[in-house]
DNA sequence: TTTGGAAAAAGAAACGTTTCCTCTAAGTAT
DNA sequence: ATACTTAGAGGAAACGTTTCTTTTTCCAAA
């Protein structure tokens, strides 16, 4: 069906030499003389030969390809770590095939599987919020298949990861927001078996700590990633006699939706109450008050993930280590929780 | 290196047939007794055997893998028409190869004959707004291997397309401001080489000709799709003697800038100013004055440029007929155009 | 002149499938 | 009982590489 690509077959006959003479040509083995290997090369440009990466990766078992997965592609976080991978790994040579898990562990295991069944040379993955099982990510291990966890991961042996310092991200963002003199912060947190919110909620706590100020169950609300959770948490902490006066939200959505209840509302932000987001989605340096917002530095996250990858492979030696990276948050600080003077070193 | 996998010949040897009639039975030929198919199936589970998708893509030319080509993954637009195509191909066994041209017509090229190189059995693309050059499709062409367009297209016999009807959208989005009063209409357009932003302005003339309102070259700016563009076009226009009364941008982002711009001015919306942006960018609606954008469907494009692939590869008779599909635009009205009573049909 | 040995190249198997062709055994028609 | 058909299965080549092993070539030392 397809037009006949040129072979080194094809090579091999014009040039009367055997196809094992051009092959080493092509990849420069030092076999070769330095003659043949010049006019191999010559030949092949001429003839258009392109090498056949199928046959190739059937012979040496390494296909080029990686495998992403990832909840969802269009969170501004997840592609641009997917960016990070891409910008890393293309130069090497790579490929990268991008699958969603839609945040469900069934599709996670699915799409894990086409991907080892499509002979990938490795797996990027950030687990869903219901993967609870790691029997797919050990059997990726056991074929020998090198998996990165990155942003969301789950304790299985061998396995590497790059994440944020979700615990110190959480203590700078309420730090920040002490520093702006509040003093009865809330928290929206995500699902605190998910380790990344548990990090957050456990980094707020400390710093609450560090500056003697009292815990309260109640100041802290379980939201989703929804704007309407967000409104719904404003709802809930307006119930209480004693209210905040600050909200540090593990979600820039969530904090989306609670500026727009407390707006309804009639509260002024910053002056009564202060915001912080986490994500740094796009939208919150867009909106006419900006969010001040935790950036997660998802380029930087995906190019030493991809780093951490090819470690793994380059090391010929199986010695292949887990390695656990974990990069440092920035505190975008914006509008929506400047009290002071105006912060010179908001995010472009 | 990698632990061996089970192949049909071992399959073949435990039940003492041979590998073909293994293979035969796998793929359900019927060729094969009932008896030994369901044999075969049964042991090939047992065995945990997984078919090798490089033997077989390399035995008959075809990868089950598609290559999608886009400026960038983390617009909303183009994250969301590869979800769409993902959706539909997914559950054909194929999978996707996500590469980005960063709008330079040199990585596009880099990108395709990588993919090429790779032995995708299709392309799906959107070009860069710097390619001009159309021989890279061409020897996508000449190799057999399909290639659709989607948004944004360039004329090459043979490929097909899924495109919006940008015309209308234009037509639309300036008969909307129109039926908000407005009479002096200025267009932020894109750069009129590519064919999506000439049919959008060519739209908005068409509007104003059919209201006998006149066109005004000086009321239309080109711009980018940067928030800062959108800033300087208002500045630019507010130089005017007259000075408009309505934005049509055929981009959210140059319509968010010069929302921006305009409140910085004192200048209400939509009681003096309608704007209208283009793409429903997720910020459109989360903004404090929620942006009235038209709606390109992407995810529908995504799923009809899948299928239009599907049909090119199902058509086992080379009859692969080039098709051009055109989209309808929806307009989602919010509150930066509507004077009138608060329209229901706002998306969600 | 022979021999040893390095350098260069050739031969052939292997990777795991699919599929064309051939063969066997059984069933059917004569 | 013989010849003919056919369902079912096997053999082997092919896809395009890589690489282990073997052979050839050539030059210098004995």
Redesign the pocket.
Known sequence: MKKD?V???DISKKL??????V??A??NNP???E??RALVAKTATEMNYK??RL??A???GRTNNVGVIVPYINRSFFSSVIRGIEEELTPQGYHIIICQSHEEAENEIEQLNALLNTQIDGIFMSVSKTTQNTDHIKKAMEEQTPVVFFDRKIDVEGVSSVVLDDFKAGFMATEHLIDQGCKKIAHLSGDINLEIYKNRYEGYKADLQKYDIEYKDELVINTSSKIESGMQAIDELWKLKDKPDAIFSAGDYAALGAIQELKQRGIKIPEEVCVVGFSNEPFTKYMELPITSVDQTPLMMGKIAAQVFLEQVKGDQALSIEKKVVLSPELFIRDSSSRKILNLSDGV
């Open positions: 690509k072979t080194i077959y009367n030499i055997s196809a094992a003479t092959s080493r092509l990849n076999k070769i003389s003659k043949t090498q056949n046959a190739q059937l012979k040496n």
